[in-house]
């Protein structure tokens, strides 16, 4: 039935080690900006990653560097779990295409399908007929003949173009010109382009009169120029701009050219502060023919787009916040710093607004320029001095004793612009003390040089941060913090030290004396015991004529002289000391039986090693999980395989070798279940047979 069993489950693992996982890494869908798009347009793609704040690469149709048609377009990391990566279609022809995501650590990937579909951009789009205009096609099926059509008020009719059949290259792209019929007609996608297969792309031409503004944006008070085309002949134009529901004129009586031309220049009206990413005004053009030709257009009022830097200052490795306001809504901001692009964000999609942090590079000090860009050229800079040691904010001793008052260092070459936050940990990672320095606690004391008095630096125990009497002795951190971002803004490691006791006393006579003994000869010293103290050490209780001490055990030459029954016997430059060893933790003396063979077990502590005989050990199974056996003695517990069983007393194959140990506690138990060490026994005894009639079988063969 066992035999069953074992094989059973070794099949079964070796099925479900055949079956590989799923790909933990996955693709949100639809995308957040949908799953189609042409040439040249932006999107993003997201998804959860299997690698916390993983570095995820974003491939078009097939894994390798970028080709010119497939490869890598685009890569970011996770936040937590959850990525997204913006990218741009790559110019490639009309069709469904594999958009690739790749978790580079784990090596896991997953992917979806992408739709590139027709679009075209005509340049400029608006006109009047007769005007050429230029088009640009992507997306289309390659290698296929252009077909362009205008819309003439009623139908849409063929137009004629240079060249004249448009033929798209292998990547779906053509360029072409035409020029504006008499007869063609304002309609939403007035223009469209069709390839062989029928896919098309539309875009819409504004024919007829129409005013341009430049620059079509700008801060209020900025200077505007209005041109015009197809207005009255020799007549006059007035400029009006819609404030408040109604229209007031900012550039009157405007003469117009026999080609009804008109250009005029004025300044942006005093206007209400704008709501990020701006405000749109209608500027209104109406000339004094019969009937009068009105022009609408718009401007959008906007401040100016500007980089704050947090801090604007610091060392080599300093994590700075650059933040962006009145940038171009949903667009890719590339930041530079000394013209070395340090970070990428997507602006926000309804005011402009980002943030990138970078941590500064290995460079000089001296000032250098930061600098954000979007998309559309919309940009600002900001300058970042890297100084030395710009701030300084530690404890005051790299060692301190136990019971030891700390304080603090201060010192910035420059006016802090933030408050610091500041915590201590001792060895173990648990915060002792914490405080907190206000922006307005620095005292300027000399030029570039600003430090805290020491009763302005607020702890969390209210002024009181001497180190306890029993700290952890070892290494302890100070770290302070920048407390708007959380930055670290400086650390420094101190070591805290037990506080000078008997023995460092003997230690200082030690390297004073020729003669250590000589000294306790001299007091007279007697070794009365050793015990454990409070931190687990082995301490030695003496006795002198100038009374009583205790020191660590190691300062009196101990040695293991031997364990017999349930005492302990070290030797000592003062004698010899017997001891119970139940009143020892043994953890301390670093007790590990090494090895047991027969009899006789090999002992091994910190203050050396000696063999006893195994009886001393008082082995019993105490546990019993299965045919594992845990075996505990006076020196600690040992663990291994039942082998046999005689009466109550159970032969263990340990680590160390095999140890004979009593089971009748474990025998009297009647939860207990003896079945799985019987059939172990069993095996080992089926085991051992098959060895002797193996070397039988081959004693045999060699004798024939």
């Not at 479900?16 to 639809?30: C, D, K, N």
């Not at 290698?143 to 290259?169: F, H, K, R, V």
């Not at 970078?358 to 919309?378: I, K, M, N, Q, S």
Request: aromatic fraction near 8%; glycine fraction near 8%; include cysteine.
């Amino acid at each position: 039935m066992y035999t069953t069993v074992i094989i059973t489950v070794l099949a079964i693992s070796m099925i479900l080690t055949a079956i590989p996982a799923a790909f933990a890494i996955s693709i949100t869908v639809p995308l957040p900006m949908g799953d189609t798009g042409s040439p040249g347009q932006m999107r993003m793609v997201s998804g959860t990653a299997d690698t916390t704040g993983g570095l995820i690469e974003v491939y078009w149709d097939e894994v390798h560097a970028w080709t010119g048609t497939k490869g890598l377009i685009g890569q970011g990391y996770a936040s937590g779990t959850i990525f997204t990566v913006v990218f741009f279609v790559p110019e490639v022809p009309y069709g469904p295409h594999d958009l690739i995501c790749l978790d580079v650590e784990e090596d896991d990937s997953d992917a979806v399908t992408f739709n590139v579909i027709p679009a075209i951009n005509i340049d400029p789009d608006v006109g009047l007929a007769g005007d050429t205009i230029t088009v640009v096609g992507k997306g289309f099926h390659g290698n296929e003949y252009i077909t362009m059509y205008y819309w003439d008020g009623s139908a849409y009719q063929t137009l004629t173009t240079s060249p004249l059949m448009p033929l798209c290259n292998n990547l779906g792209s053509f360029t072409c010109t035409f020029v504006i019929p008499a007869d063609a007609a304002n309609l939403a996608d007035n223009i469209v382009a069709e390839d062989e297969s029928l896919a098309t792309g539309p875009a819409t031409l504004d024919v007829g009169p129409y005013i341009t503004v430049t620059p079509d944006e700008g801060l209020a008070g900025s200077s505007v120029t209005v041109d015009g085309r197809g207005f009255t002949s020799n007549g006059l134009v007035d400029i009006e701009w819609l404030i408040g529901g109604s229209y007031i004129i900012v550039s009157a009586d405007v003469s117009i050219s026999a080609a009804g031309l008109f250009t005029t220049t004025f300044s942006v009206p005093s206007l209400p502060p704008p709501t990020a990413p701006g405000d749109d005004y209608t500027i209104r053009a109406t000339d004094s023919g019969s009937p009068a030709v009105v022009e609408l257009t718009t401007f959008t009022l906007v401040e100016e787009a500007t980089i704050t830097l947090l801090p604007p200052a610091g060392k080599v490795t300093t994590s700075v916040q650059v933040t962006g306001t009145w940038f171009t809504p949903n667009k890719l901001v590339t930041v530079t710093f000394d013209g070395t692009s340090v970070g990428t964000t997507l602006s926000n999609s309804a005011t402009g607004a980002w943030t990138v942090t970078f941590l500064v590079p290995e460079v000089a000090t001296g000032p250098y320029t930061v600098t954000g860009t979007d998309a559309r050229g919309v940009t600002d800079s900001a300058t970042f001095m890297v100084v030395i040691d710009m701030l300084t904010v530690q404890t005051r001793a790299t060692e301190y004793y136990q019971g030891d008052l700390l304080s603090l260092y201060t010192w910035s070459n420059v006016p802090l612009l933030y408050d610091i936050e500041w915590e201590i940990t001792d060895t173990s990672g648990n915060i002792y003390i914490y405080g907190y320095i206000d922006s307005y606690d620095w005292d300027m004391i000399g030029p570039a040089n600003y430090m805290v008095p020491y009763y302005r630096i607020r702890t969390s125990t209210f002024w009181n941060n001497m180190l306890p009497d029993d700290a952890l002795t070892g290494t302890w951190n100070f770290t302070a913090y920048n407390y708007g971002t959380g930055a670290i803004v400086d650390t420094n490691l101190f070591t805290v030290s037990a506080k000078p006791d008997m023995q460092d006393v003997i230690d200082e006579i030690d390297e004073c004396c020729a003669n250590m003994s000589d000294l306790l000869d001299d007091l007279e010293s007697t070794i009365t015991g050793v015990v454990t103290n409070s931190k687990g050490e082995l301490t030695a209780l003496i006795n002198t004529k100038a009374g009583p001490i205790t020191t660590k055990l190691d300062a009196v030459g101990p040695k293991l002289q031997a364990i017999e029954d349930t005492a302990v016997i070290i030797a000592t430059m003062l004698g010899e000391v017997q001891v119970d060893l139940a009143a020892l933790d043994l953890t301390a003396m670093g007790v590990d039986i090494t090895a047991i063979k027969g009899d006789v077990a090999t002992i091994k502590t910190n203050i050396g090693t000696v063999t006893t005989n195994v009886a001393t050990l008082d082995a019993k199974v105490t546990v019993l999980a299965g045919d594992v056996a845990t075996v505990s003695t006076t020196l600690g517990t040992l663990e291994g395989t039942v082998t046999a069983i005689d009466g109550k007393v159970a032969t263990v194959d340990t680590s160390v070798g095999t140890i004979k140990a009593d089971v009748s506690d474990i025998l009297a138990k009647p939860d207990v279940d003896m079945t799985p060490v019987w059939i172990a026994v069993v095996l080992s005894l089926i085991a051992a047979i098959a060895a002797i009639f193996a070397v039988v079988t081959i004693r045999q063969k060699i004798a024939g």
